[in-house]
């Protein structure tokens, strides 16, 4: 076999630019692990960069595959002593375009960037978990530290990264505040928020004051939610902006108004995930999948996650585990 089934995009553009191609299949090289994915997630970062934002002005060849959640079964190991052996599951990220993205059948991905699947989850659950629980976990744990007595307010709590979010926050003692849709409000609560904002009916910074962190997964992209979140915070709170190119002067306007500010950019991190997974296995956080469509209806996957109505994650049904 010399080939394989995968997505690929010839030009950046709307979801139509989405197309099935048979590929070359990915070799192997130094410490890599070749994989056959059972399962892809979907994040904005892929609409992103399929729109030509995102990392897209690094592309210098076309197709470009997609995707850098994965959830499948080793078919090849880095080496022959390596733990994770051929037939082990495992779950990770890779990162696109310095990788062939998870659109696909199969895919070669350092060694650093996979961990064992959580046994008590599907590959389609698992496939949800990597990018937008790395990225959680960076922003909340590494960057924020969460901690007991600290109050942070996550904004789109709902969505892929901010409903781990709220789980990290919570389990590390924080006292969690967070923004959703009133069909979302009971879940977001059940997740381990103490508050929820109803963004449809109030203004956040009309209700909440003097908080530690914002968790900032919106930016300026929508209603300057990144610029008025900076009126609730205590003078020389942080501001934790995960969001790219949405928000340029976050900087300057987070010392003008006495506090500090940081972004947040997710790297693939098999330790991380592993820490993450033990969390999975034990219960203590739980992973959301709100919708799952075939490898041949991305399209409309993406469609989907555009709407910015999802809860938790869209995942892709690549092939059989």
Known sequence: ????????????????????????????????????????????????TRSGKGVAGAFTKYPVILG???????????????????????????????????????????????????????HVEAAAVPLAAMTAWGAVVDVAKAHEGQRILIHAGAGGVGHFA??????????????????????????????????STTRFEDVVHDVDVVIDLIGNLKDDTGT???????????????PTGTWPTLAEDAAAAGVRASGYRVSADGSTLAVISRLLESGDVRVFVDQVFDLDKVAEAHEALETGHTRGKIVLKVSDG
């Open 68 to 122: 850098n959640d994965f959830s499948g079964i080793v078919v090849e190991s880095s080496y022959e002593s390596h733990p994770i052996k051929p037939g082990d599951e495992v779950y990770g990220m890779t990162m696109v375009p310095r990788f062939g993205g998870t659109y696909a059948e199969y895919i070669a991905v350092p060694a650093m960037c996979i961990a064992r699947k959580p046994r008590a989850l599907s």
């Open 166 to 199: 709220i789980q990290f926050a919570n389990f590390f003692g924080a006292h969690v505040i967070t923004t959703g849709s009133t069909r979302n409000s009971s879940w977001l609560r059940e997740l381990g928020a103490s508050e929820v904002i109803d963004y």
């Open 1 to 48: 076999m010399t080939t394989m089934r995968a997505i690929v995009i010839e030009a950046t553009g709307g979801p139509d630019v989405l197309r099935a191609a048979d590929v070359e299949l990915p070799v192997k090289v130094n410490a890599e692990f070749l994989v056959k994915v059972v399962a892809a997630g979907v994040n904005p970062q892929d609409v992103k």
């Open 228 to 242: 008025r979140s900076l009126q609730v915070l205590k003078p020389g709170g942080l501001i934790v902006n995960v």
